[in-house]
């Protein structure tokens, strides 16, 4: 077993790829669940070891639902060109297809794209097999993050490139057709790390933090804590003239990879919530991800959900940690994405001193209640995606879907959950046990193309 913790335990890579049809299944699947679960994963080829665990070659994993079936499973690497070795920098600056493509897969305008936010996006076919780099037809110059957000409401694909050099942030709107309508450029944004983002209905909020662009960091991802780098909240109206009025505002010290959600309340004040890490944290959490002796026990080590409310007439920002457990990969109903969500969804994990284990958490807004699915000893859920239920008429009324990784039985299982009261529905035994991984999305079949599905 290897000595890098993000090549052992659940995230021992698979060495290989496979395809299985006719799954078994406990329980009743519901028959709406008609599409494919696909989720991402760093996943380096046997006998390659990256400086880092986001470095690890991206491997997507589907499986395919219809009608009450698990019809297939299959992984795929996703083949890029630094899949077999090319640089990032060459003699003429970045490439940015030499990409890992190992953080996220999404849908957008029909077309499947696999995402690493220091790259371009790669196209995948409905079943998993890579098309190529895709840059919009020419009209993405610039990096894409792996956590773009489609609005609900109007179907646009809402996505930013952040650099280390300037521009350090340039802001994209893609149609729903999936045509760039527009891109700017976003003043005042420095080279701190930023991973996520969030949309409201009005405003789009980027969020700076400690972590920052650092050459002289060697372990492949250029970026450090840096106390003399602020943290703050970027709040900028949508459209394309919005960036001429962004106004920032202080935080306290803290890094955010993941936002759960941001929303204007009654007030019109910006709430944006996720989970988030101190500096011990992020010292740990880096730690394991690079495999340095002095490291947290999980990948995210001190990460607890923030809630912050700016006043944008005031100027004031109450910021307050309202959760003690440790979690992380929040997820939430999507059609309440930018707007105000009572039900909000994470993994939790164990804490710096290994208490507490791994489960599915459901939190309630408006309750304050927090309830775990537990999935067991030896047990690492996956990403909980929420797919609405047919005829749905409550936020919750739906499925959270996640794979788990059984260390003991060497074995995955895809677990259907009921998003309301977080009772297992179903469960679809894999044929392989699937490496701990990062985020997937659910795509219904109606929105690909599948004429010419194998």
């Not at 919009?136 to 773009?148: D, I, N």
């Not at 969500?341 to 304050?368: C, E, H, L, M």
């Amino acid at each position: 077993m290897s000595s890098k913790p993000y090549l052992s335990g659940h995230y021992t890579p698979a060495v290989d790829e496979t395809s299985a049809t006719d799954l078994t299944v406990e329980g009743l699947l519901p028959p709406e669940l008609t599409g494919r679960l696909i989720r991402n994963s760093h996943n380096p080829k046997a006998g390659v070891t990256p400086s880092h665990w986001f470095k690890g070659s991206g491997m997507v994993h589907g499986i395919r639902l219809r009608d009450g079936r698990a019809e297939w499973y299959r992984n795929r690497w996703v083949r890029t060109p630094a899949l077999e070795g090319a640089p990032y920098m060459t003699e003429r600056g970045p490439d940015l297809t030499a990409s890992s493509a190992g953080t996220h897969v999404i849908e957008h305008a029909g077309k499947l794209l696999a995402l690493c936010e220091s790259n371009f996006p790669f196209e995948l076919t409905p079943d998993l097999d890579t098309v190529g780099a895709y840059d919009f037809t020419g009209k993405l110059r610039t990096v894409m993050t792996a956590h773009p957000k489609t609005d609900p409401a109007t179907g646009e694909l809402h996505f930013f490139g952040s650099s280390p050099f300037p521009p350090f942030l340039t802001y994209h709107v893609a149609n729903p057709k999936g045509e760039i309508e527009y891109s700017v450029d976003i003043p005042d944004a420095t080279p701190s790390l930023k991973h996520d983002f969030a949309i409201t209905r009005n405003h789009v909020v980027f969020v700076e933090g400690n972590v920052t662009f650092d050459p002289s960091e060697h372990s492949g991802i250029p970026y450090a804590w840096s106390d003399e780098q602020l943290s703050r909240i970027g709040i900028m109206p949508r459209g394309r003239h919005g960036a001429a009025h962004i106004r920032w505002y202080s935080i306290e010290p803290g890094n955010m990879l993941h936002a759960t959600n941001a929303y204007e309340d009654a007030q019109g004040r910006i709430v944006l919530e996720g989970p988030t890490v101190d500096r011990e944290g992020f010292r740990l959490s880096w730690n394991w991800w690079t495999g340095a002796p002095d490291r947290g026990t999980e990948p995210n080590t001190r990460s607890y959900t923030r809630r912050w409310i700016v006043d944008t007439a005031t100027g004031q920002v109450d910021e307050q940690i309202i959760d003690d457990l440790a979690v992380e990969f929040p997820t939430l109903n999507d059609d309440f994405l930018g707007a105000e969500n009572r039900y909000s969804y994470a993994v939790s994990f164990p804490d710096q001193k290994g208490f507490g284990g791994y489960g599915i958490v459901k939190y309630d807004r408006t309750t304050g209640a927090r309830r775990i699915h537990q999935v067991g000893d030896a047990r690492l859920p996956s990403e909980a995606v929420f797919v609405p239920a047919a005829g749905a008429t409550n936020e919750d009324d739906g499925y959270l879907l996640t794979v788990i990784s059984d260390l003991k039985q060497d074995a995955s299982k895809l677990l259907v959950l009921d998003a309301s009261g977080l009772e297992q529905l179903a469960a679809v035994h894999l044929p392989r046990r699937v490496t701990g991984g990062i985020h997937g999305s659910w795509i219904p079949d109606t929105a690909l193309d599948l004429s010419e599905e194998s």
